[in-house]
């Protein structure tokens, strides 16, 4: 009777002390990025749970059925070398199952890389996230703003990061709007997001970088166009203009509260020029060059070569 009791309260303690829980944020996505992991992670959730019930029914029932024998004590049971169908079955699924999920984490991995459904003919507002130990700074190129430690972006709209590190690398993630990626300091990795609607989220750095990494986040807001245009003019209002004196100083390792410039620091400390999985122009021009370079320098080589054989 105890025992019961115990139990019964243990169970009423758990259930209350769950339902105070928030749900889990990748599970509850702002994003379509966000929509299509979310669909991915309760799809493999679901696949699990159908194999975890068929495999307990089955022991369950095997264990009922088979508790006790009705054979004689000295009762030998004759030695079989295999049945095809039992190895076919218990070989066959488990490899369809890992071929199915193969192909939907495939597919899936295509569409978060690319624009997101619903904008691919909408132009992108990109934004320059860098990490430094442990901030995160924000550089808006079109609209001549920074921030460090804070994100505004629009709503509706898609929005294009370029990522890359001043430190360790990193992982920039913003769980209801996508994905993680990778920040590195010797290029640039593009990561596509959008918000479908307006609310505040949660962003962090979720690769280990140190003493500093638990408090490595950042706030995001998303808000309407309009909104967004109206911070931009704020700031050119109010914000002070950054230096690369004071920039250099925001790079030292420590933690700073949100902070808010007019000007990036992509004017005196551009990002890396090599973008990955993309061809810039910079290296289209740079192979152009190289390539004229050796084809002058083997023209000389030859009219050198006839000169001396003239002579």
Same mark, same amino acid.
């Given at each position: 009777m105890i025992k019961k009791w115990t139990f019964l309260t243990s169970v009423m303690a758990l259930l209350l002390i769950l339902t105070g829980c928030e749900p889990l944020l990748v599970l509850d996505p702002k994003g379509p990025q966000a929509e299509r992991q979310a669909s991915d992670i309760m799809l493999s959730i679901g696949i699990m749970a159908v194999i975890v019930i068929v495999v307990m029914v089955m022991l369950g029932y095997i264990l009922i059925k088979y508790r006790a024998s009705k054979q004689s004590e000295d009762y030998e049971p004759p030695h079989l070398e295999g049945n095809k169908w039992v190895e076919a079955i218990c070989v066959g699924i488990p490899v369809l199952i890992v071929a199915y999920l193969s192909f939907v984490s495939v597919q899936s991995n295509y569409i978060v890389e690319s624009a997101p459904e619903g904008y691919e003919e909408q132009e992108p507002l990109v934004i320059y996230?860098?990490?430094?130990?442990?901030?995160?700074?924000?550089?808006?190129?079109?609209?001549?703003?920074? &921030?460090?430690?804070y994100l505004y972006i629009p709503t509706d709209r898609p929005i294009e990061f370029k990522l890359y590190s001043y430190g360790p690398i990193t992982?920039?993630?913003?769980?209801?709007?996508?994905?993680?990626?990778?920040?590195?300091?010797?290029?640039?990795?593009?990561?596509?997001?959008?918000?479908?609607?307006?609310?505040?989220?949660?962003?962090?750095?979720?690769?280990?970088?140190?003493?500093?990494?638990?408090?490595? &986040?950042?706030?995001? &807001?998303?808000?309407?166009?309009?909104?967004?245009?109206?911070?931009?003019?704020?700031?050119?209002?109010?914000?002070?203009?950054?230096?690369?004196?004071?920039?250099?100083?925001?790079?030292?390792?420590?933690?700073?509260?949100?902070m808010t410039f007019t000007g990036t620091h992509l004017e005196f400390s551009p990002a890396p020029e090599h973008n990955h999985g993309t061809n810039t122009d910079s290296d289209t021009n740079a192979e152009s060059e190289d390539h004229s370079s050796h084809h002058e320098h083997h023209s000389t080589d030859e009219s050198e070569h006839t000169d001396h054989s003239g002579h």
């Open positions: 996230a860098s990490s430094s130990n442990w901030k995160w700074h924000f550089s808006y190129p079109e609209q001549g703003v920074e &921030t460090v430690n992982s920039f993630w913003i769980p209801q709007l996508g994905g993680q990626k990778y920040a590195m300091s010797d290029m640039v990795t593009t990561l596509h997001l959008a918000a479908d609607s307006p609310g505040e989220f949660m962003g962090r750095n979720a690769n280990f970088s140190g003493k500093g990494f638990a408090e490595n &986040t950042f706030n995001v &807001t998303a808000m309407s166009q309009d909104d967004f245009d109206e911070w931009v003019d704020e700031v050119h209002e109010t914000a002070e203009p950054l230096t690369e004196s004071e920039f250099q100083q925001l790079l030292e390792p420590g933690h700073l509260g949100q």
